[in-house]
């Protein structure tokens, strides 16, 4: 193996475990349904059809029926409603989080869509409480 070869292999690693560090730890609402959906379909099928996603119901169907459910389907479950709450928490939190940044780096920016495209661009905001905030409510 030539040195140049070693190079890039070990900058390829490093970028990916950079890449990694900095991804989100929380998923997107369409990702959690795709992975249910992959995951849980057929019990979804067996145990709750007809019932819509809306407020809980097939969250809820499922849990009734813990003991019947695949173990996939309840840890991918477990999974997709700590992730989906960890981003909801995010999202709430990320006013508070970020008061901080805000008035340090875009006071006088209004809106909360036009606040959060500042504090992107703020190189300082990436690290830390309001940046990890940003990450796992989706928005970065």
Same mark, same amino acid.
Request: with cysteine; charged share 15%.
């Given at each position: 193996?030539? /040195? ?19 991804? +989100? $730890? /929380?998923?997107?609402?369409?990702? +959690? ?5 992959? $995951? @849980? ?17 097939? #969250?809820? @169907? *499922? ?17 997709? /409603? ?5 981003? *909801?928490? +995010? #999202? ?5 989080? @970020? ?6 780096? @875009? ?11 500042? *504090?992107?661009?703020? /190189?300082?905001?990436?690290?830390? #409480?309001?940046? #990890? +905030?940003?990450? $796992?409510?989706?928005?970065?």
């Amino acid at each position: 193996m030539s /040195t140049r070869t070693r190079l890039l292999g070990g900058a390829l690693v490093a970028f990916l475990a950079l890449s990694g560090a900095a991804r +989100a $730890d /929380t998923i997107s609402f369409a990702d +959690a349904v795709s992975t249910l959906a992959n $995951d @849980c379909g057929s019990d979804i099928k067996k145990f709750c059809k007809g019932l819509n996603l809306g407020s809980g119901r097939i #969250q809820n @169907c *499922l849990e009734s029926h813990a003991p019947k459910v695949s173990p996939t389907c309840t840890s991918t479950l477990a999974s997709v /409603t700590t992730s989906i709450e960890q981003r *909801l928490a +995010a #999202q709430s939190s990320f006013t508070a989080m @970020c008061k901080h940044y805000v008035a340090q780096f @875009c006071s006088g920016v209004v809106g909360e869509g036009n606040i959060l495209s500042c *504090l992107n661009k703020a /190189t300082r905001v990436n690290e830390g #409480q309001c940046g #990890q +905030a940003i990450i $796992d409510a989706g928005w970065r």
